[in-house]
């Protein structure tokens, strides 16, 4: 891949060729390299200015690309709704074109609503990364999952990754049945009926924990979103608790020292038992701390744009 481009933007898979996304992996080892060091900073983006543009709340996600962006010497600009004109009424166009104005030269956008970064590459004629837009995507949550677990397990080639929780609502796991695949992995999403939706391209679905468990290479938790309960999804916690959650004896119809992960935030003790969200089994710290040398990878590749 030296000296092949790349797309300059990050809203989901679909540019991406599977070379592609195995080299930003090898930058994002690379990246690891540099946060191992006593200063973690290096001058490739010197000159850059990236705007994180969060008109949804988040903890992980925007801190990790600050942080990913100032380790390359970027200026940062950090914008919350909650703190605009969002909320005065100025819509997601305006907001973004005001802040165009400035000389930005890359927006990492998440939006409670699908499809915006998508509108915004258009609007803005930017490098855009998507940070999560409602329950479609959140490519770079995939590509630390995909980073964390070649980390584990090398090649993802045959590789069988069980996605576990509400798969109807989640970017998450709609990001990750787009991704794995492309780098050579099966993907199997289990759940109740209710939390599954009619097809999820990439992967196949079922509502049989041990079916989607038996050998599988790699175990993915999500959260299970609460908030969908007084819809009627789910008739009760327990009820989830008793036919979902990943405990150590469910976790043993899967491949011995199959690794578990969890993109976060976890409500503990119900989409995983609280032990082994704390065992050696559990890569969700490392998940985390991959976030950032994985962000580094991306905004070097989408603004620099060749290896």
Known sequence: MSGATFPKHLLDFQEWERAQLESLLETAQMMQEVLARPVKKVP?????????????????????????????????????????????????????????????????????????????HRWLQKPVINAGDGWRAHPTQALLDAFTLREKLGSLEGKKIAIVGDILHSRVARSNAELLPRLGAQVVACGPATLLPGKL????????????????????????????????????????????????????????????????????????????????????????ANGQAVRMAVLYHVLVGKR
């Open 44 to 120: 490739a983006l010197t000159g850059f200015t990236v705007a994180t543009v969060f008109f949804e709340p988040s903890t992980r996600t925007r801190i990790s690309f600050e942080l990913a962006a100032r380790r390359m010497s970027a200026d940062v600009v950090s914008f919350t709704s909650s703190a605009s004109s969002t909320a005065k009424g100025e819509t997601y166009r305006d907001t973004l074109r005001t802040l165009d104005q400035m000389g930005i030269d890359a927006y990492i956008l998440r939006t409670d609503a699908a499809g915006v970064p998508h509108q915004a």
């Open 201 to 288: 391209p990439g992967a196949s679905l079922t509502t049989k924990l041990r079916e989607a468990l038996e050998e599988a290479d790699a175990v993915m938790a999500l959260r299970l979103q609460k908030e969908r309960m007084d819809k009627g999804l789910l008739p009760s916690l327990p009820e989830y608790i008793a036919g979902y959650q990943i405990t150590e004896a469910r976790l043993a119809w899967a491949k011995p020292e199959a690794p578990l992960l969890h993109p976060g935030p976890m409500n503990r003790d119900v989409e995983i038992e609280g032990t082994l969200a704390d065992s050696p089994r559990s890569l969700v710290e490392r998940q985390v």
